[in-house]
């Protein structure tokens, strides 16, 4: 017989007690595991239009529900508030009943947004719940103003990148490399702060097949933030040549910690940097590295010669209006709920875009709604690039971005002129979903003429 070491014990002591003992001894049950129960608790905001979309002056109502596990929860007690897109607005209490509450949102005198806020709290924990009424949204125009001389600006920072030659620098990545992808660091000199003159680099991580032969071209560029970038291996597997740029003028391929360290202390705030001067803000370096990226591709032995498509969100998306309209080289965009757009018009108490300049989270004047950085600002909002656009677009976002809010972004679409395609995913807030990607990428490999 095998015994375990507590069998053994047992043994031991069945031996020395009398049977008496024995048969005395009570057994006590073991109490049965006791279950409990974590419920999934949503809070369900719809407005009682189905497209969510209204005319000037018509009224819209919200329609509230609280559930754990799709089940409703009576007397749950909520907070609302209903206001104009990111402006702040007064709360109201109630409690809904089990087939729901409903709460009156009033209607807008102009196109715009109308967003209403529930939350709750259930077990200690918080929960929200959004909803966004868009009433005639593309008839939404940007405050932004243009500078008269825009166009000199911008030709005069392409003609002193021009003068800077690109020496890329490609170092291969073996390890990440396939079977039918090359993949390489990429360094390329270009334009510095102006007040140095020194160049700078720009690094990013580039893919493109093995197989000979000639293939389009992608630029992706990032969203806010500081962090290493793996390429679009799975892209370039499809057949087109990939370059996706960080743009903060360090290596793309460093361990992660390296980028949490210089988000949480050199690059803190990186896009408010020298915002009171137009000829050495921030952007001013990123917007021309992304011009200088697209002179690295086009140079490649095996591009097409014609497909020059620009990519990114957020940031990204920004910058892809910023470099559609600066480079004419660009044959298509897809840009996904961009930033920076129309920035001006949180002055005139209206959404603007990331990463809200001039307004503070409460509605009031942020500190840096100076003249010298309004004035910057009109150089660098990519409303005003996304009115130079040529090529075709893609462009897509969600009514409940409370970061990039859809009153921005209207704001800039409305004003391009090229061929432009919208795909709306109206719950959506500032994230992605998979039936996003797959309609970008459908785009993207469309625009490619790639299947």
Known sequence: MRFTPWSRVLAVLLAVMPPAMIAATPITPVPPQANFRVATVQVRVVPDH????????????????????????????????????????????ATVPLDGFVIDGGTMKEPGFLRCVVTTEVAGKTY????????????IQPYQTEPEDFDAFWKKGREELAKIPVEPILTLLPDQCTDTVNVYHVGLRTIGPNWTKVPARVFGILCEPKAPGKYPA????????????????GLAARGVITLEIGIHGIPVNMPESVYDALQSAALLGYWNFNFDDKENFYYRRVYLSCVRANDFL??????????????????????????????????GLAATH???????????????????????????????????????????????????????GFYNWGYNDDVTPPTSTYAAYN?????????????????????????INDWVLKALALK
Not at 56 to 63: A, M, Q, S
Not at 219 to 232: E, M, N, Q, S, T
Not at 310 to 315: E, F, L
């Open 218 to 233: 992608v630029l992706k560029v990032p969203g806010a933030g500081v962090r290493p970038y793996p390429g679009d291996k």
């Open 338 to 392: 961009p930033a920076f757009c129309d920035v001006a018009a949180e002055l005139h108490g209206r959404a603007g875009g990331w990463p809200h300049p001039f307004m503070n989270p409460d509605g009031t004047k942020s500190i840096h709604a100076t003249p010298a950085k309004i004035e910057t600002a009109r150089y660098y909002d990519a409303v005003n690039f996304a009115k130079r656009i040529t090529a075709p």
């Open 128 to 139: 929200k719940g959004i909803a966004t009424a868009a009433f005639e949204p593309e008839k």
């Open 50 to 93: 189905g497209d969510w979309t209204y005319r000037v002056g018509e009224p819209v109502k919200f329609k509230v529900a609280v559930v754990a596990d799709n089940v409703a929860i009576e007397g749950a007690s909520i907070t609302y508030k209903v206001a104009p897109d990111m402006m702040p607005g007064a709360e109201k209490t």
């Open 298 to 331: 086009t140079s490649r032995e095996n591009w097409d010669g014609k497909n020059l498509l620009v990519m990114g969100a957020s940031q990204g998306g920004q910058l892809s209006l910023v470099t559609a309209g600066l480079d004419e080289r660009v044959t």
């Open 415 to 439: 004003v391009i002129r090229a061929p432009k395609t919208l795909a709306l995913t109206l719950e959506l807030g500032h994230q992605y979903t998979p039936e996003q990607w797959e309609a």
